[in-house]
């Protein structure tokens, strides 16, 4: 019996770092695309090394953390940490960059926009059900433009 549950322990341990590897790969790539997002507008600003490394810093931290990490949970929280380490930085290039001559334009407030959060079923089966869908985020997008929000879509 104690051979059965060896067995079993080890079969569960391998499914559940097969998960894990999987998380861990989609966490680094989400954080990859958001590091390859802020640099990108670092570039478009002409942003020095030093700025640059500084704003970027953050974000690969985040990324050698999740590769060290064997909890999906912990790699989940450490993901939406970085969502909010991007949008910080992407508040501090604007801030940087602000044209310092003539009135002073307010940095917009920024809004994230899920469009999965606006489906009204599981799955889209007709015309009419992605139409419906389609209408939802176009509303919502568009309330949030007329609103004078900044929209981040996840």
Do not use: C, W
């Amino acid at each position: 019996m104690l051979k059965e549950v060896n067995n079993l322990v080890a079969t569960v341990e391998v499914f559940n770092e097969k998960l894990v590897a999987e998380k861990q790969k989609s966490a680094m790539d989400e954080i990859d695309n958001k590091i390859k997002q802020a640099s990108k507008v670092l570039n478009e600003k002409g942003a020095d090394d030093h700025f640059k490394n500084k704003t970027l810093l953050p974000l690969q931290n985040f990324k050698k953390k999740i590769e060290t990490e064997y909890s999906i949970p912990q790699i989940s929280y450490s993901v939406n940490e970085s969502h909010e380490m991007f949008e910080d930085a992407l508040e501090n290039i604007e801030e940087k960059f602000r044209p310092a001559a003539g009135p002073e334009k307010p940095i917009k407030k920024t809004t994230t926009i899920k469009p999965a959060d606006f489906k009204q079923k599981a799955y889209l089966d007709t015309e009419e059900d992605v139409t419906v869908f389609i209408e939802a985020v176009k509303s919502e997008l568009l309330k949030a433009i007329n609103d004078n929000l900044r929209i981040r879509v996840l």
